[in-house]
């Protein structure tokens, strides 16, 4: 069984979960809008030529590789100081950087310098948002009802698309009202003034949090990890296997099912921009349905079977979602980005539990650092680069789907050997155990 402590543990406030949980919605806001305004950072600061998309896409994929470094570094915080402390000092980080980019000047005004600070700033971004997500998802497991953690840490997810249909409406609602000399002189400066905004309201909240419970217990019993990556290193490699193979199908079906779909749709499947924006706004909708459904499925049905079916979905759906969404047709465009939509939030919901109960409390950040924020630098930041470096080389519009289906096929056997995780399901399965084994000794 899974390291999971079973035990009724204290309850965050739910004051304090919901400042937690909400937060990622800026965490999601802020680092997707580079994605959903691509097209447009193309033009401004990489000229608008052949191949500037193409080059966009690349730096983001170079800027996600400072996710694991982020993560590793704020998880010794968290795991030496505390996960209040630790996402503090990620979310003031991540202000000053989002900040610095609606004032940056453009490549109209200091020339190819212009990309290379946009580079710099998305490294920060994506060291930032290492410490992020893995502390917001260790605090929820910690701080939720036992039986209920499936639910509120799927919460983290559900509100991340909330940062990401806010980062789609803004970034739809500004290029729909204003015209291309404008968004691209100034207009593309609002969505990012926007975020910084968000950002430094949420290092405000975040200030009025309480600790994790299961952070003052290890401080009560002296069980801190005083060197949390050896820690994690010596005693939770098997773990960190699981939890990067689960991260994996995650990362892969949100970033190609659902970041990079805008810039597909305006590069493959013949859509403008305006109307990629809004189907792909229509199809974050979804996924905020879904998300909290399927946290609560899992606590009800449990990890494993849920984790399965999603990922026999991503191996057999995606293919098809892709086909449909290369055609100029935009009912059959909104079908192939809704289904995978929800496919991939789904898959985020369960994940998020599921990788932080592969682990204890002692180390747990550092461990889902170095297995799920791992999987998602080399699937999520490099996958949307990858997809369109495919379509444009193969002439596939169904290229990224066949990526999605293989990750699928890769993890399945490691989903198939996976104990359950589901504390509800545990502690029931331990009582009819203990209930056959007492019943069996009145009949010895």
């Given at each position: 069984m899974a390291p999971t402590d079973l035990r009724e543990t204290a309850v965050l406030p739910p004051r304090s979960l919901a400042v937690a949980a909400f937060s990622t919605i800026v965490e999601w806001y802020d680092f997707t809008l580079y994605l959903y305004v691509a097209t447009i950072l193309a033009r401004v600061f990489y000229g608008g030529g052949s191949g500037s998309l193409l080059l966009t896409l690349?730096?983001?994929?170079?800027?996600?590789?400072?996710?694991?470094?982020?993560?590793?570094?704020?998880?010794?915080?968290?795991?030496?100081?505390?996960?209040?402390?630790?996402?503090?000092?990620?979310?003031?980080?991540?202000?000053?950087?989002?900040?610095?980019?609606?004032?940056?000047?453009?490549?109209?005004?200091?020339?190819?310098?212009?990309?290379?600070?946009?580079?710099?700033?998305?490294?920060?971004?994506?060291?930032?948002?290492?410490?992020e997500y893995t502390g917001v998802v260790a605090y929820l497991l910690e701080g939720a009802p036992v039986r209920r953690r499936g639910l509120v840490t799927s919460s983290a997810s559900a509100a991340s698309e909330v940062g990401a249909l806010l980062a789609v409406g803004v970034s739809a609602l500004t290029v729909s009202q204003l015209p291309q000399a404008a968004l691209d002189a100034w207009g593309w400066r609002i969505p990012f003034f926007v975020g910084a905004a968000l950002a430094a309201s949420v290092w405000?909240?975040?200030?009025?949090?309480?600790?994790?419970?299961?952070?003052?217990?290890?401080?009560?019993?002296?069980?801190?990890?005083?060197?949390?990556?050896?820690?994690?290193?010596?005693?939770?490699?098997?773990?960190?296997?699981?939890?990067?193979?689960?991260?994996?199908l995650g990362s892969i079906t949100y970033y190609v099912g659902i970041t990079y779909v805008p810039s597909f749709l305006t590069s493959a499947g013949s859509l403008s921009e305006r109307d990629a924006l809004w189907l792909s706004t229509v199809a974050a909708v979804a996924v905020i349905l879904v998300t909290p459904l399927t946290g609560a499925l899992t606590d009800r049905i449990g990890r494993k079977p849920v984790l399965i079916a999603l990922c026999l979905g991503s191996a057999a759906l995606p293919v098809t979602m892709f086909s449909l969404m290369a055609s100029s047709a935009r009912t059959e465009a909104l079908v192939g980005a809704v289904v995978l939509a929800m496919l991939a939030g789904a898959v985020s919901a369960v994940g998020a539990v599921a990788t932080a109960e592969q682990f204890p409390g002692e180390g747990r950040i550092t461990g889902l650092a170095l297995g799920a924020t791992m999987a998602t630098a080399v699937f999520g930041g490099l996958t949307p680069f990858a997809a369109q470096l495919l379509v444009e080389r193969t002439g596939w519009g169904t290229a990224p789907g066949i990526m999605i289906a293989l990750v699928a096929l890769c993890v399945l056997p490691v989903f198939l050997r996976l104990s359950e995780t589901a504390p509800a399901l545990t502690l029931r399965g331990d009582a009819q155990e203990n209930s056959s084994g007492k019943e069996g000794n009145r009949h010895g």
């Amino acid at each position: 069984m899974a390291p999971t402590d079973l035990r009724e543990t204290a309850v965050l406030p739910p004051r304090s979960l919901a400042v937690a949980a909400f937060s990622t919605i800026v965490e999601w806001y802020d680092f997707t809008l580079y994605l959903y305004v691509a097209t447009i950072l193309a033009r401004v600061f990489y000229g608008g030529g052949s191949g500037s998309l193409l080059l966009t896409l690349g730096g983001f994929a170079i800027a996600y590789l400072m996710r694991p470094l982020g993560a590793v570094a704020f998880s010794h915080i968290g795991d030496k100081y505390g996960r209040r402390r630790m996402m503090l000092m990620s979310v003031a980080l991540m202000t000053a950087a989002m900040l610095a980019t609606a004032l940056l000047p453009t490549r109209a005004a200091i020339g190819p310098a212009a990309g290379w600070l946009l580079l710099a700033l998305r490294c920060v971004m994506g060291f930032s948002v290492g410490g992020e997500y893995t502390g917001v998802v260790a605090y929820l497991l910690e701080g939720a009802p036992v039986r209920r953690r499936g639910l509120v840490t799927s919460s983290a997810s559900a509100a991340s698309e909330v940062g990401a249909l806010l980062a789609v409406g803004v970034s739809a609602l500004t290029v729909s009202q204003l015209p291309q000399a404008a968004l691209d002189a100034w207009g593309w400066r609002i969505p990012f003034f926007v975020g910084a905004a968000l950002a430094a309201s949420v290092w405000v909240a975040r200030s009025t949090m309480h600790e994790s419970p299961e952070f003052r217990r290890q401080q009560d019993a002296g069980t801190v990890p005083e060197l949390p990556l050896r820690h994690a290193l010596t005693n939770h490699r098997l773990a960190i296997a699981r939890s990067f193979a689960i991260s994996a199908l995650g990362s892969i079906t949100y970033y190609v099912g659902i970041t990079y779909v805008p810039s597909f749709l305006t590069s493959a499947g013949s859509l403008s921009e305006r109307d990629a924006l809004w189907l792909s706004t229509v199809a974050a909708v979804a996924v905020i349905l879904v998300t909290p459904l399927t946290g609560a499925l899992t606590d009800r049905i449990g990890r494993k079977p849920v984790l399965i079916a999603l990922c026999l979905g991503s191996a057999a759906l995606p293919v098809t979602m892709f086909s449909l969404m290369a055609s100029s047709a935009r009912t059959e465009a909104l079908v192939g980005a809704v289904v995978l939509a929800m496919l991939a939030g789904a898959v985020s919901a369960v994940g998020a539990v599921a990788t932080a109960e592969q682990f204890p409390g002692e180390g747990r950040i550092t461990g889902l650092a170095l297995g799920a924020t791992m999987a998602t630098a080399v699937f999520g930041g490099l996958t949307p680069f990858a997809a369109q470096l495919l379509v444009e080389r193969t002439g596939w519009g169904t290229a990224p789907g066949i990526m999605i289906a293989l990750v699928a096929l890769c993890v399945l056997p490691v989903f198939l050997r996976l104990s359950e995780t589901a504390p509800a399901l545990t502690l029931r399965g331990d009582a009819q155990e203990n209930s056959s084994g007492k019943e069996g000794n009145r009949h010895g």
